[in-house]
């Protein structure tokens, strides 16, 4: 029993030792500021302290802490069809690009994403506008380039931005007004135009003859003049018969014919079809491309055509000039695209539009344009075009150029229209009685 005893108070006095010793330590590793976080290790989930490199003075906290703005990047998408392409080494194209890369050094913060989408079919662009926004809207682009058709109906479909209350760029007073008509569905601003394209005729200039300027003058050259003539939103007869003064709607927005005007076009290309100017094979074109595919083979030595295809194309010894009328008056449609801002947030829809004016502003727009054989849609445009052949052409028709039927009317309308027209080519009926189905396929029975 005293072995246990001596053995028990030594067990003690050992643990007393031990237990100092244990305090020492402690107290050695708080006061040198090297003894581990306990209470890091007890609560593992909280937030990690990154402390700095060099040793720094404690900053007091204020009370309250300031909201401080933090500039945060941003991604801008846009959307063209390949003619646009940035990455296609033109001279337009590389033009567009150092644009693009201007308006990113002015905004650090923001990068530009440029994507190249088909301008039909199935993936192009307006079906993809559509596709995305149902599917996937995250990705839908900020920035789009649509044709004037196109336009119209991604407007009224409400994939489009109207920008009367975030841009006053259209208010600026150098745009042509087919370029201010250009921009607008209805009443409403729907996008900002940067290229042009008018209705012209072309011909083959490697004759001492001149070009006809109108209508009696084109049966007296007796030679080829194409047109697609079964094209079926009717677009060169359109225009004839407005270059005659004639309306299409009425100021209730019903569509009219004022059938005087109407047969003296029709009359026109019955004469024609006679003479030998416009052969029954014109029913076959119902496109643009196939009639410039005609006059380039020299299967006729004139046609009616748009700015951008005969611009946009290597056809040797062409001159291009106005459009004939009856009486000589300069008369012409307009078309074009325009750069369309699609709905997104506040901030972003801002910076969209930031870029759209950044790339219509006036003096790149003009070199852009001209470069890229795209006609000017601002009058201070005109001073890159000075020095070319048909600088007067230009002159004449691009003040007083129309704009093209909305795509509505060109649906309803238009397919009568051609149906009247390849009736009188192919000589199937007289002008009276094609101008009557016309009227009344029109107006109903």
């Given at each position: 029993?005293?072995?246990?005893?001596?053995?028990?108070?030594?067990?003690?006095?050992?643990?007393?030792?031990?237990?100092?010793?244990?305090?020492?330590?402690?107290?050695?590793?708080?006061?040198?500021?090297?003894?581990?976080?306990?209470?890091?290790?007890?609560?593992?989930?909280?937030?990690?302290?990154?402390?700095?490199?060099?040793?720094?003075?404690?900053?007091?906290?204020?009370?309250?802490t300031a909201n401080v703005p933090v500039l945060q990047s941003k991604t801008l998408i846009l959307w063209v069809p390949p003619q646009f392409d940035p990455a296609?080494?033109?001279?337009?194209?590389?033009?567009?690009?150092?644009?693009?890369?201007?308006?990113?050094?002015?905004?650090?913060?923001?990068?530009?994403?440029?994507?190249?989408?088909?301008?039909?079919?199935?993936?192009?662009?307006?079906?993809?506008?559509?596709?995305?926004?149902?599917?996937?809207?995250?990705?839908?682009?900020?920035?789009?380039?649509?044709?004037?058709?196109?336009?119209?109906?991604?407007?009224?479909?409400?994939?489009?931005?109207?920008?009367?209350?975030?841009?006053?760029?259209?208010?600026?007073?150098?745009?042509?007004?087919?370029?201010?008509?250009?921009?607008?569905?209805?009443?409403?601003?729907?996008?900002?135009?940067?290229?042009?394209?008018?209705?012209?005729?072309?011909?083959?200039?490697?004759?001492?003859?001149?070009?006809?300027?109108?209508?009696?003058?084109?049966?007296?050259?007796?030679?080829?003049?194409?047109?697609?003539?079964?094209?079926?939103?009717?677009?060169?007869?359109?225009?004839?018969?407005?270059?005659?003064?004639?309306?299409?709607?009425?100021?209730?927005?019903?569509?009219?014919?004022?059938?005087?005007?109407?047969?003296?076009?029709?009359?026109?290309?019955?004469?024609?079809?006679?003479?030998?100017?416009?052969?029954?094979?014109?029913?076959?074109?119902?496109?643009?491309?196939?009639?410039?595919?005609?006059?380039?083979?020299?299967?006729?030595?004139?046609?009616?055509?748009?700015?951008?295809?005969?611009?946009?194309?290597?056809?040797?010894?062409?001159?291009?000039?106005?459009?004939?009328?009856?009486?000589?008056?300069?008369?012409?449609?307009?078309?074009?695209?325009?750069?369309?801002?699609?709905?997104?947030?506040?901030?972003?829809?801002?910076?969209?539009?930031?870029?759209?004016?950044?790339?219509?502003?006036?003096?790149?727009?003009?070199?852009?344009?001209?470069?890229?054989?795209?006609?000017?849609?601002?009058?201070?445009?005109?001073?890159?075009?000075?020095?070319?052949?048909?600088?007067?052409?230009?002159?004449?028709?691009?003040?007083?150029?129309?704009?093209?039927?909305?795509?509505?009317?060109?649906?309803?309308?238009?397919?009568?229209?051609?149906?009247?027209?390849?009736?009188?080519?192919?000589?199937?009926?007289?002008?009276?009685?094609?101008?009557?189905?016309?009227?009344?396929?029109?107006?109903?029975?």
């Amino acid at each position: 029993m005293k072995k246990i005893g001596k053995y028990s108070k030594r067990s003690t006095f050992m643990k007393l030792i031990l237990g100092l010793g244990i305090l020492v330590l402690l107290l050695i590793g708080i006061t040198s500021c090297n003894f581990p976080n306990i209470q890091g290790l007890i609560s593992p989930n909280s937030p990690t302290e990154i402390t700095n490199a060099s040793p720094v003075s404690p900053t007091p906290k204020p009370s309250a802490t300031a909201n401080v703005p933090v500039l945060q990047s941003k991604t801008l998408i846009l959307w063209v069809p390949p003619q646009f392409d940035p990455a296609d080494e033109s001279t337009a194209s590389n033009l567009f690009l150092s644009r693009l890369d201007d308006f990113t050094s002015r905004r650090p913060q923001t990068e530009i994403q440029v994507r190249v989408k088909d301008l039909s079919g199935e993936f192009g662009l307006l079906e993809m506008l559509r596709a995305t926004r149902l599917a996937a809207p995250i990705i839908m682009p900020d920035l789009v380039a649509l044709p004037r058709s196109l336009m119209e109906q991604a407007f009224k479909e409400g994939l489009v931005l109207p920008l009367a209350e975030i841009t006053e760029v259209m208010n600026e007073d150098d745009w042509f007004s087919y370029a201010q008509e250009l921009a607008r569905v209805g009443e409403q601003i729907a996008g900002i135009p940067f290229a042009g394209d008018v209705m012209i005729l072309v011909y083959k200039d490697d004759t001492d003859e001149s070009p006809p300027p109108d209508w009696d003058a084109v049966l007296v050259a007796q030679k080829a003049l194409a047109f697609p003539a079964s094209d079926p939103q009717g677009l060169v007869t359109l225009a004839l018969y407005q270059s005659l003064g004639g309306e299409i709607v009425n100021s209730d927005g019903e569509i009219i014919i004022d059938e005087e005007l109407f047969l003296e076009v029709l009359t026109y290309y019955q004469q024609a079809q006679t003479a030998n100017v416009m052969p029954y094979w014109l029913t076959q074109f119902e496109s643009d491309q196939q009639v410039w595919q005609s006059y380039q083979e020299r299967q006729s030595t004139m046609a009616v055509t748009w700015s951008s295809t005969s611009l946009g194309s290597d056809s040797p010894n062409t001159a291009l000039v106005a459009l004939p009328t009856k009486d000589s008056k300069p008369f012409t449609y307009a078309d074009g695209w325009v750069w369309c801002v699609i709905p997104s947030d506040t901030e972003t829809e801002q910076v969209a539009v930031e870029l759209a004016e950044f790339i219509t502003a006036e003096t790149y727009l003009s070199t852009w344009s001209f470069e890229g054989r795209y006609l000017p849609t601002r009058t201070s445009g005109m001073d890159a075009w000075s020095e070319i052949s048909f600088y007067s052409t230009l002159q004449q028709l691009l003040p007083s150029a129309v704009l093209i039927p909305d795509i509505d009317l060109l649906n309803e309308l238009g397919p009568e229209i051609r149906d009247a027209v390849v009736a009188v080519l192919k000589d199937q009926t007289e002008p009276t009685i094609a101008l009557a189905d016309l009227v009344r396929a029109i107006q109903g029975p």
